[in-house]
């Protein structure tokens, strides 16, 4: 579609006497005082611009600064042909068709995340945004080389750096939970990354460049769903699937459709959760991850545990095992490193623990403490896991043991999940509330939260 041309931004600039270079260079300053980084125009930025171009957020804002500076009086991005574009409501929830399309989106999800835009925030779990994302990824055809020439040149050394942050941001998130860090994400995101994005890259490095942007777009969406915020999460994960697409990586994209799945389940929608499990066994089966297998087979038969089906979680998690053990060592990728025999065994324990299996699940939940320690918010899952199986089995005292450690562990998180799970547990000692044991749990064990949406 051709362009208008902006004369309102070529009058300012004119009157303000200022060259094409030296606004750019200006531009540039201001985003770095501003913490924008990844700010890179020149004077071709500009004359794009006066060709009609709208430069990405917040960028109208700061041209409308410098001059309004330059010329003496208020000027705004409105004054400057550049007015705000109205945001859709299903911003996210679409896996775009074209890479430049899905650019567009995924910062755009970035920027009103760290604007707090309320329809993000107050957004629900939409299960046909999630089932269209599953058919696009099932269906979408693998994307022709598009090498793209933005004003920054993009190389190996800003994709490390993005992999880096992933992993430093992905600790702090086990040992904290999503609440304590996911601001500082999604912040990196929009000023590190997506100007990243829009730069200059070949084909290969485009393809690690989305893959890096996938695995932390991923773990920005899981820190919201550790926040119970599911719409955003969901979103989030949409953007994720898409970004692993550009990739090319089968493997990253099976491992954002199991967390998916595991939403789901978390939501109450198991059919959903069933299909999204599905989807990520077929892309783990074209990447060749075994751990991943299991991990996809291991969610389907949670799934049918919650849909009341023995048999069918019984053989789904037969084929957990025989996956788990094709494991290739320490071949596997980086972000399925979790997965290991304690994480198995957890699955399990929630499988027979949804099907009123209460020895099972003891069983399986003991065996999931011998973890890696630091997953501290994983350990806190499985201590109430092991409790609410001890319920089930009709031990009450060892689970009010059990729980007293969950408690101690969770008071240093900020997730909203493990709350949540606390609470469930009590739920279920509640019928032996007269028991002096049980008591101290119930006085203990629910200790209200900061609210979620104050944490980003």
């Known amino acids: ?25 200006r531009l ?43 010329l003496g009086r208020p000027v705004s991005a409105e004054d400057i042909g550049m007015p705000r574009e109205a945001t859709p409501l299903d911003l996210g ?39 269209a994302g599953i058919v696009r990824w099932l269906t979408f055809p693998g994307e022709e080389p598009s090498p793209v020439a933005g004003s920054r040149r993009v190389g190996a050394s800003d994709v490390g750096a993005i992999r880096e942050v992933t992993r430093s941001f992905g600790e702090l998130d086990n040992r904290f939970g999503g609440g304590r860090v996911r601001a500082a994400v999604v912040k990196y995101l929009d000023t590190g990354v997506g100007p990243l994005l829009a730069g200059s890259y070949g084909e290969a490095t485009g393809r690690a460049l989305a893959g890096a942007a996938a695995e932390l ?36 994209g099976g491992e954002i459709l199991a967390g998916m799945s595991h939403q789901a389940l978390y939501v109450g929608q198991p059919r959903h959760g ?66 290991d025999e304690a994480y198995l065994s957890a699955r399990f324990a929630q499988c027979f623990r949804d099907l009123g299996d209460g ?17 501290v918010r994983g350990r806190m899952f499985n201590l109430t896991l092991l409790a609410s199986a001890h319920v089930l089995a009709g031990e009450v005292e060892q689970a009010c043991v059990v729980a007293v450690e969950a408690v101690a562990l969770g008071e240093g998180l900020e997730s909203a999940r493990t709350r949540s799970s606390l609470e469930d547990l009590c739920r279920r000692l509640g019928p032996y509330e007269r028991e002096p044991a049980v008591a101290a749990v119930l006085e203990t064990g629910v200790r209200p939260g900061p609210d979620p949406g104050d944490a980003t």
Not at 36 to 64: F, K, T
Not at 102 to 111: K, Q, S
Not at 227 to 242: F, K, P, S, V
Not at 363 to 371: F, G, I, P, V
């Open 274 to 339: 069933l299909d999204l499990a599905r989807a990520a066994q077929v892309a783990a089966r074209s990447s060749g991850v075994a751990a991943l297998q299991a991990e996809a087979y291991a969610l389907e038969a949670h799934a049918h545990a919650l849909l009341a089906d023995p048999a069918a979680c019984a053989h789904a998690l037969h084929a957990a095992e025989l996956a788990f053990d094709r494991r290739a060592g320490g071949n596997e990728p980086e972000w399925i490193g979790y997965f």
């Open 359 to 375: 020895p099972h699940a003891v069983r399986h939940a003991t065996r999931s403490l011998e973890m890696d320690g630091r997953y």
């Open 217 to 252: 777009t991923r773990l920005a969406g899981w820190m919201a769903y550790d926040l119970e915020q599911h719409g955003l999460a969901q979103r989030y994960l949409i953007q994720a699937l898409r970004l692993a697409r550009r990739a090319g990586d089968d493997g990253l």
């Open 28 to 70: 540039n300053d201001l985003g770095q005082a501003r913490g924008l980084l990844g700010l890179r125009y020149d004077h071709s930025s500009v004359l794009r611009w006066i060709s009609g171009q709208r430069p990405r957020d917040p960028v109208p804002g700061l041209l409308a600064e410098i001059l309004s500076l330059r």
């Open 1 to 25: 579609m051709r362009r208008e041309p902006n004369p309102s931004l070529h009058r300012h600039i004119t009157e303000a006497g200022l060259s094409h270079k030296g606004l750019a260079r």
């Open 93 to 131: 929830q679409e896996f775009s068709h074209s890479w430049q399309e899905g650019v567009r989106i995924v910062t755009a999800l970035w920027r009103a995340d760290v604007e707090r835009r309320r329809f993000l925030i107050d957004s629900t779990f939409a299960i046909g945004a999630g089932s």
